[in-house]
């Protein structure tokens, strides 16, 4: 889950099923029942029918949780300053584990870093905020807290394969969902 309207949906097939909801953030659901009790063919089919998936095994859960935290600060990025953001003190501190071990495992897991995992994160937003045309790529590189737009312009080049001013020329729609992103 990776926005409050996938909350909503998980939370209202959730209901549908009578799993009763304690508490529910992206990426995680806490219900009162026990585990022994909840339908999890049922639940695992209707999330899957829903683009999501259950997911129980720990070391898939702790990536689901750095995706969704680089999703979070990224797509909020009024309320977090992206310059200042240290990515890898943010993870230690709301996964509390390592960092060393979140990066390790991340890459063996996705087959890239968590700091190029970062890149296309950003990339993807600044195609969102060129294909919205509100924002001039200086501005958007400031809000994406890039050193310079010269920066962002050498890395949304080198992850798309064109330049800004080309993305935003083409009529196609070249965007991912920020959920399927995982490398070129």
């Known amino acids: 889950m990776v926005c409050p309207r996938c909350i909503k949906v998980v939370r209202e097939e959730l209901e ?3 799993v009763k909801i304690k508490s529910i953030i992206l990426g995680e659901v806490e ?4 585990k022994d009790e909840l339908p999890l063919e049922k639940i695992s089919k209707i999330l899957g029918d829903n683009g ?7 070391k898939a ?5 750095i995706k969704n935290e680089i999703i979070s ?9 992206l310059e200042k953001t240290n990515f890898s003190k943010l993870l230690n501190d ?3 584990k390592d960092y060393n071990y979140l990066s390790s495992l991340f890459s063996k897991t996705e087959g890239i870093t968590i700091e190029h995992f970062i890149i296309l994160q950003k990339i993807e937003k600044t195609k969102e905020f060129i294909k919205y045309g509100e924002l001039t790529l200086s501005e958007i590189a400031y809000r994406l807290g890039y050193s310079s737009v010269q920066h962002l312009s050498r890395q949304f080049k080198s992850t798309t394969g064109m330049t800004a001013s080309e993305f935003k020329e083409s009529h196609a ?10 490398s070129k």
């Open 94 to 96: 709301t996964i509390n």
């Open 31 to 34: 219900v009162e029942q026990p």
């Open 73 to 81: 600060a990224i797509q909020q990025y009024e309320v977090i300053d």
């Open 61 to 65: 859960k702790i990536i689901e949780k």
């Open 16 to 18: 549908k099923l009578g």
């Open 52 to 58: 999501f998936e259950l997911i129980e095994d720990s």
């Open 173 to 182: 729609n070249l965007r991912k969902s920020i959920d399927s992103i995982k």
